[in-house]
């Protein structure tokens, strides 16, 4: 089980007024939930090769297509491993 304060982890981050920066900024995000969850994996032979600790919420306060491109993109970033 994980320490109370590993639990949950709050990242604020304004897309509108950090479009120049976001494709960096997310990557960021993204590789630091990756590491803090790890991801399922198996495979045929194997099996299972290795387990999720965890999930990743996202959410805009006003758009939905900010949510869907922030879920997205850490998506697409999780692919890539």
Known sequence: MARPDEQLRYVEFDFRNRTDA???EL???AEEALSMT???GCDMHNGVTSFQRGVLRSNCVDCVDRTNYGQFFIGL???SH
Do not use: E
Request: no cysteine; aromatic share 24%.
């Open 27 to 29: 990557t960021a995000i």
């Open 38 to 40: 790890g991801m399922f």
């Open 77 to 79: 970033h999780v692919f």
């Open 22 to 24: 976001a494709w960096n």
